[in-house]
């Protein structure tokens, strides 16, 4: 399995922005699918956004789109998340995921995961 590292969260305004960087590690990194995906005390894991393998195909969860953009950088191990007018609603933990064999809008379908950066957006 790939090793994950989680940067980049932190305190936020609403209307502000973040970008979350996840460093891989220990496998291919262009060999897996890239997902974020975000949780609440108590909640399930939250679908964000994911990236395929070559990074040419992305999908976005509704609450997030035309406002989070996904990208990767294979030659660095890197995959990104660049966050735009956030809102208080946003402020959960995000984890950045990897997949080799399908890509998915489901948190089960992902092998490895990063232990999870806090994101919190003030009103």
């Known amino acids: 399995q790939v090793q994950l590292v989680e940067s980049g969260g932190g305190l936020v305004q609403a209307g502000g922005s973040l970008t979350l960087s996840c460093a891989a590690s220990?496998?291919?990194?262009?060999?897996?699918?890239m997902g974020w995906f975000r949780q609440s005390p108590g909640k399930e894991r939250d679908f964000v956004a994911r990236?395929?393998?070559?990074?040419?195909?992305?999908a976005y969860a509704d609450s997030v789109k035309g406002r989070f953009t996904i990208s990767r950088h294979n030659a660095k191990n890197t995959v990104y998340l660049q966050m735009n007018s956030l809102k208080p609603e946003d402020t959960d933990v995000y984890y950045c995921?990897?997949?080799?064999?399908?890509?998915?809008?489901?948190?089960?379908?992902?092998?490895?995961w990063g232990q999870g950066t806090q994101v919190t957006v003030s009103s």
């Open positions: 990236i395929s393998k070559a990074g040419g195909i992305t």
């Open positions: 220990g496998r291919t990194f262009s060999e897996y699918h």
């Open positions: 995921a990897a997949a080799q064999s399908s890509a998915s809008f489901f948190a089960r379908d992902f092998d490895s």
